[in-house]
């Protein structure tokens, strides 16, 4: 297969090339080298896509580099062919709307000739390159509620960009040259009942890519981090396995790429780029379910990777069974390897989202103090999905802010800056007095039992059901626990622990407690 044969003669030109690169170090070597895709070969030419600025700076500015990869390919190739560099980052696709009727044959492309090289056309080709943008964020579903305030995400810009000398020993992995969101990884993605299974299979696609859970198909509703874990493996997998070369593009993209390059009769540069990749990652999926010409360039380019045991990422909100536009044979590519499906976070994992929010402006040297209540109240109130809840937490943040009030953020604060947000009815507050009441209702026990010194399990297992959920649910602290019980707090952490244990041993109570959990975010 042509692309192939290519990425074999690649693979031939990296190694000679490296003889004549020993003075550089490893790390630049391996950077520049990973960096670089081969594209197509010309008669007179061979085109090189360069996924880095910086790479293609350096080699721009470093003619022993430079010289060593034009030498290794005239050695391989047997004859000169002058080496055209293209930066990913830098070109541009025009994206204006291209008929896709008009272009739904899929292309065959010509068997490529193996070294050494026979002319493959008469003509030159006109190069088209490709463009792999950040990856474009699509807001699908109607916004719920309004946010004015920027992104708390942002990704570096581009021209903070440096490059390194060649006498540099230690050249660090700079995940922002990539594109992929370098604000993204798994040591800020929260973990919860909801996502720990996608979260788990991310992790190990991470340390293994190519291996068990080829493709992985990241399901789930929108904002629930989809597009966070998917990058967060691309981020690990470029720390862990520096070597591979890493693709995340976003579905739109994909088509335009492949539109555009069909349209001026490139498919040849599409197939080379994508197939000659490691990783391959495309958010949303779904969009290119009505795409015709889209969906084989798609299924030839997966089988092409998976039968090299290439890693395949793929993010939707549309389970593959349900995507019926697309034909059999690519719904059950997609069913071949793990299908990771996301849930909506449940009131712990929200409150730890926030949490984490709040720690990110900790890290920025903001001083805030935020009530508990008032976490709850966002938690509960904002559970549509985590981008809702970023939202609510940005503008809550950002008005605090304008009014001098970010030391002193109570309930009733929180409540008077968000209004303008909360379309629903207002949720029921969760707090230590409401978890009593509610606790001692369903236990069919007075409060003054709850709270008082009885011993017998009548008593003493709802009241440790209580200060159980006190803690987990709205990770109040235990003095606080223990002030509301007129306890030690040592007896709460007693509770806590013996609680936790009961229910992963305990089937009835694991029940008990995920019930009484509901009910009190859903009812009085
Ligand atoms: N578990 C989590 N921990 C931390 N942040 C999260 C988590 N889940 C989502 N987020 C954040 O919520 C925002 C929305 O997530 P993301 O864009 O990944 O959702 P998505 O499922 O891909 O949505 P869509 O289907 O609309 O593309 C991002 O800023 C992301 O960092």
Not at 8 to 16: A, D, G, K, M, V
Not at 252 to 261: A, S, Y
Not at 275 to 288: A, S
């Amino acid at each position: 297969m042509q692309s192939f044969d290519l990425n074999n003669i690649w693979e031939h030109i990296l190694q000679e090339a490296k003889k004549n690169m020993q003075h550089l170090p490893d790390a630049l070597y391996l950077r520049v080298t990973s960096s670089l895709i081969p594209m197509s070969l010309e008669s007179h030419s061979i085109h090189i896509g360069v996924m880095q600025t910086f790479v293609k700076n350096l080699i721009d500015q470093q003619p022993q580099i430079s010289k060593a990869l034009q030498d290794a390919i005239t050695t391989v190739i047997g004859s000169h062919r002058d080496m055209v560099l293209f930066d990913f980052n830098q070109e541009s696709v025009d994206t204006t709307f291209v008929d896709e009727s008009l272009i739904d044959t899929p292309v065959v492309a010509p068997p490529m000739p193996l070294p050494p090289i026979v002319e493959e056309k008469a003509h030159q080709e006109e190069f088209y390159t490709p463009v792999y943008q950040d990856p474009v964020y699509i807001d699908r579903a109607p916004a719920p509620v309004e946010i004015p305030d920027e992104p708390m995400v942002t990704t570096p810009k581009k021209s903070t960009e440096t490059t390194p000398t060649l006498q540099s020993d230690n050249v660090p992995v700079d995940l922002s040259l990539s594109n992929l969101n370098p604000a993204y990884r798994f040591d800020n993605y929260v973990t919860g009942n909801a996502n720990r299974i996608p979260f788990g299979a991310a992790q190990n696609v991470a340390e293994f890519p190519g291996g068990d859970y080829n493709p992985l198909f990241i399901y789930g509703p929108s904002g629930l981090g989809k597009t966070h874990l998917m990058h967060a493996i691309g981020n690990a997998i470029k720390e862990n396995h520096p070597h591979m070369k890493v693709m995340s593009i976003t579905s739109e993209n994909f088509m335009n790429i492949f539109v555009e390059t069909l349209q001026r009769n490139q498919g040849k540069l599409f197939r080379n780029t994508f197939r000659n990749i490691d990783v391959l990652m495309i958010d949303d999926i779904q969009f290119l379910e009505s795409r015709e010409s889209t969906k084989t360039e798609l299924f030839n380019t997966f089988n092409e990777l998976l039968n090299n045991n290439k890693q395949i990422v793929l993010t939707s909100d549309t389970m593959p069974n349900d995507m019926e536009q697309f034909e059999d044979r690519l719904r059950s590519r997609f069913q071949a390897g793990y299908i990771a499906t996301m849930e909506n976070p449940d009131l712990e994992t929200r409150i730890a989202i926030f949490r984490s929010l709040l720690e990110r402006e900790y890290k920025k040297n903001r001083i805030i103090r935020i009530d508990n209540d008032s976490i709850n109240y966002v938690a509960l109130q904002f559970s549509e999905n985590v981008r809702v809840l970023q939202g609510a937490f940005t503008k809550l943040i950002g008005t605090a802010s304008i009014d001098q009030r970010l030391e002193s953020i109570d309930l009733e604060y929180t409540k008077h800056a968000l209004a303008g947000l909360v379309h629903t009815e207002e949720v029921n507050m969760v707090n230590i007095e409401s978890i009593q009441n509610f606790v001692s209702s369903y236990f069919n026990i007075k409060k003054q039992d709850l709270l008082g010194k009885k011993r017998k399990a009548q008593f003493a297992f709802p009241r440790q059901i209580a200060m159980y959920l006190c803690r987990d649910m709205i990770n109040e602290s235990y003095p606080q626990i223990a002030a509301a019980f007129s306890r030690d707090h040592t007896t709460i952490l007693h509770a806590y622990d013996k609680i936790t244990k009961e229910i992963e041993k305990n089937e009835e109570t694991k029940r008990m407690v995920a019930e009484i959990k509901q009910k009190l975010t859903t009812c009085g």
